[in-house]
């Protein structure tokens, strides 16, 4: 064995399963029904992570309602839609439309009001909404969005026919995602493994957290080969290293990564502070209309 092969085989740590879970059914916004598998009641929180929505149906009675106005304070919010399309709007006059393949990134920081609204009436509405907790140093940041429709999200080739759609962090081979983020330094990965059972690899840095959802086929995850099913979330323990594969029949599976923070967390609804103290002041301030554009 060649030296150098020695010493990446020393230093690598692949990530092992430690929990899956299939979420809870929930319903939130206006009667917008959706699975719920972080910030429920078996897995609260994986820092950074404070919640991990998934809505998929194609009967309207199940998300017309949408999400009317509310507000977000202390951390970010990303929606990440695979059909369908969604308008949001905001009390500083930001406005525009999530498509099929695109994100929206929104830094809430000191305070937002917005609505996510479905922008159809009819048909197939699928996607993500992930929370991601800010530092304390950074939950008072002016609100920002990044946002990217599909054309501008860079796709990797993987050697078995799949493709790696990388919206935020760098694979192993240098395709970076176009979300910028030096809060947590998420990497945030849609992957597809052709039916070779080709493993794919990605290295993620010691001190985040991570997780797998299975949007179709099974993944085996690490040395142990331990399944994650369809529509189940798994949760990886310490490592640097991802090492998975598909079964006979490919998969597609999001890869969330992201550094804990290891703070206190202060949350009721859609707020997330450190502390009840600040808790109770951005109830406060929301109250008093002092979110977001109309007194920046
Ligand atoms: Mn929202």
Not at 82 to 108: C, F, P, Y
Not at 142 to 151: G, M, V
Not at 197 to 209: A, G, K, L, S, V
């Amino acid at each position: 064995m060649a030296k150098q092969d020695t010493i990446e085989n020393h230093d690598r740590k692949i990530r092992e399963l430690t929990q899956t879970t299939s979420g809870y059914p929930t319903s939130d916004g206006q009667n917008v029904q959706l699975i719920r598998y972080i910030g429920a009641q078996n897995i609260n929180l994986i820092d950074p992570f404070l919640l991990f929505d998934v809505f998929q149906s194609d009967k309207p009675s199940d998300y017309l309602g949408g999400f009317p106005d509310h507000p977000h304070r202390g951390f970010e919010t990303v929606t990440y839609l695979l059909a369908g399309r969604m308008r949001h709007k905001d009390n500083a006059s930001h406005e525009g439309v999530i498509e099929a393949g695109g994100v929206q990134w929104m830094t809430a920081g000191r305070g937002i009001v917005h609505s996510e609204m479905p922008e159809q009436k009819n048909g197939l509405l699928r996607g993500f909404q992930l929370w991601i907790n800010l530092p304390g140093s950074k939950k008072m940041v002016k609100p920002s969005y990044q946002e990217f429709s599909a054309a501008y999200i860079p796709s990797e080739r993987v050697s078995d026919g799949g493709s790696i759609k990388v919206i935020s962090g760098c694979t192993s081979n240098g395709t970076r995602g176009p979300i910028n983020n030096p809060y947590t330094e998420p990497i945030f990965l849609d992957i597809h493994l052709g039916p070779a059972e080709q493993p794919f690899e990605q290295n993620i840095p010691d001190d985040h957290n991570s997780f797998l959802y299975v949007i179709h086929g099974t993944l085996l995850t690490g040395m142990s080969r331990s399944p994650v099913g369809k529509e189940e979330l798994g949760i990886l323990g310490n490592g640097n290293h991802v090492y998975v594969s598909g079964g006979k029949e490919g998969a597609r599976f999001l890869l969330i990564t992201g550094k804990r923070l290891n703070e206190p967390v202060a949350r009721s609804g859609p707020f997330v502070m450190n502390t009840r103290e600040e808790l109770y002041e951005a109830f406060q301030d929301y109250r008093n209309g002092n979110f977001g554009g109309r007194n920046p």
